[in-house]
Nanobody, 120 residues
Framework: QVQLVESGGGLVQAGGSLRISCTAS????????MGWYRQAPGNQRELVAR???????DYADSVKGRFTISRDSAKNTVYLQMTSLEPEDTAVYYC??????????????WGQGTQVTVSS
């Protein structure tokens, strides 16, 4: 069973930094891409950052220059380093992994989420 487990969320003051982690139960190279999404109360879940198997990355405009996604294949872990945090970054952050299960089908996996709260 494929599992994604997030950790590292918490409370931080505006302007501060935080790193959250997502550890997979299988090799992260089993996923065509892995990413971080977030969902604030009353809002839809949105993509924050994504890294592909070829290590290309993309970011939401709102976090470009502040957040960095990276991975450690030896630890089967993907990280999201967040700096210059703003109260608007407050949300539950979810790890996501997309895995090709056939030539035509992709299956998506989600972690349970980790809360990030930025105080003003």
């Amino acid at each position: 069973q494929v599992q994604l487990v997030e950790s590292g969320g918490g409370l931080v003051q505006a302007g501060g930094s935080l790193r959250i982690s997502c550890t997979a139960s299988i090799s992260i190279f089993s996923f065509t891409s892995m990413g971080w999404y977030r969902q604030a109360p009353g809002n839809q879940r949105e993509l924050v950052a994504r890294i592909t198997i070829s290590e290309s990355t993309d970011y939401a405009d709102s976090v470009k220059g502040r957040f960095t996604i990276s991975r450690d294949s030896a630890k089967n872990t993907v990280y999201l380093q967040m700096t210059s945090l703003e109260p608007e970054d407050t949300a539950v952050y979810y790890c996501n992994g997309a895995r090709l299960v056939s030539t035509m089908a992709t299956r998506t996996y989600w972690g349970q989420g980790t809360q990030v709260t930025v105080s003003s």
